[in-house]
């Protein structure tokens, strides 16, 4: 008994410890599967962009989806099988950019699970004010 209660113990902390080695893991992750299309900062070259930089996706979803586990549970799916219905990006960057192409076979679900919670997490990042109205915190209200 005492032993299982150290075992519960341990899995809470395990879980509930933000761990600073896990947080840089998930970023490499990212940096592996994604960052050759998604910048995790704002792309000098416009010529060279082949997909919305990490940011402006993060808070057009924070938008349409502004609790996490909602926001994570639409990414994993739409990740994994991305249609033109689905997508909360605007219109444009469709056309701009062609749909997202599936990732299947490129990351696993439980990855993806990590990398779209980490991106929740920290993008967009607190002094980002996007290019149109808005910010973080949702279209048309003001931080301070
Ligand atoms: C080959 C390039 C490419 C790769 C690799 C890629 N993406 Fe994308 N992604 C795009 C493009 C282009 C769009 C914009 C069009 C769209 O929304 O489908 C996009 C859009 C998105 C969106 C917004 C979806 C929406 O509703 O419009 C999310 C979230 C996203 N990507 C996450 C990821 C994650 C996480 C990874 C890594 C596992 C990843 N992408 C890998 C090209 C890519």
Redesign the pocket.
Known sequence: MKFKNTLLMLGVFTIFTPSAQATQATSEL?DA??A???TKTMPTDMSKV???ALMG?MRH?KMSYPNKDEAVKF?VD??LE?TKE????MPQ??ER?????S?KGN?SQDE?TQ??SW?FDNFPPENFRGMGQGNRYGKGQVSQ
Do not use: E, R, S
């Open positions: 990212f599967k994604c050759m299309c998604h082949v997909a919305p996706v979803i990414m739409y990740i991305p689905k997508a909360i990006c960057k469709i950019f062609g749909l997202m192409p990732q990351v993806l990398i779209t991106m």
